[in-house]
């Protein structure tokens, strides 16, 4: 039975069951019950087990250093889902301490599986967020990564930050503005979109794109922009019309 299928009292349970179970293998040296729910068909047994992590990580002190030790063996794990877990509670980690876990997303950003990857992208959005200053250094470094996936990956990761402090993102966006990759370039235009329909975004995302060179780009990215105050416009501070007319006013083409 799937975690959604269980009652909400029963999944409670079952949080505080594998919580003691992970707790009690990192007491003991152990990772019997780490690895059966790290590697867990069902997506939230996973995420039960990586927040489980996060829990004990900050509860119990004298328990850090088992945990680095389980990440650093277990990053290398055959199994994706395993990898995948491991990626996923580090970030957790790095919410307050990406310093200490730095490494292992470099290790993870480079992993042959995607599922592995694409938790490297939601750790940096969850890490970005809380601790921007640190992420955003170490995601700078990979923007002119000569791997096309890498550069898309980090453009894609830093997202989350730029939708309530554009400004912290868009010089590292502006790395990315001549890339030659379509898929690289798709990105960009996508979180320039992502970026621009919360309050106060829309000035500092045009008024940033002011400065940018290729006039191509910028174009779809306006373009874009307009669209999301269409399709989210539920979310949006300004209409579609209004977002339009503001363009229209500030964005300077020549």
Not at 49 to 64: C, R
Not at 125 to 146: F, I, Q, S
Request: aromatic share 8%; glycine share 6%.
């Amino acid at each position: 039975m799937r975690f959604y299928d269980l009652s909400k009292e029963e999944r409670s349970l079952l949080v505080e069951g594998i919580n003691r179970e992970i707790e009690n293998d990192l007491k003991h040296n152990n990772s019997l019950s780490i690895l059966k729910y790290f590697s867990d068909d069902d997506t939230y047994i996973r995420k039960t087990g990586y927040l489980a992590i996060g829990k004990i990580f900050y509860a119990q002190p004298k328990l850090q250093s088992s945990i680095f030790h389980l990440l650093n063996e277990l990053v290398k794990h055959e199994d994706e889902l395993i990898r995948q877990t491991i990626i996923n509670a580090a970030g957790e980690i790095g919410k307050f301490h990406f310093d200490k876990i730095e490494h292992i997303m470099d290790i993870g950003l480079f992993d042959a599986h995607h599922r592995v990857r694409n938790a490297v992208i939601g750790s940096i959005k969850k890490m970005g967020e809380r601790n921007p200053e640190p992420v955003l250094a170490w995601a700078k470094m990979y923007l002119k990564h000569p791997d096309k996936e890498i550069r898309r990956e980090i453009c894609h990761g830093i997202e989350l930050r730029g939708r309530t402090h554009p400004q912290d993102i868009l010089p590292l966006l502006k790395t990315l503005e001549f890339d030659e990759t379509k898929r690289v370039s798709d990105t960009l235009i996508h979180v320039l979109g992502q970026i621009a329909y919360k309050k106060g975004c829309l000035k500092t995302v045009v008024a940033h794109l002011n400065t940018w060179k290729n006039k191509g780009l910028v174009e779809k990215a306006l373009d874009e922009i307009v669209d999301v105050h269409n399709r989210y416009k539920k979310f949006a501070v300004l209409t579609q019309q209004e977002a339009i007319d503001y363009i229209d006013a500030n964005y300077k083409s020549h």
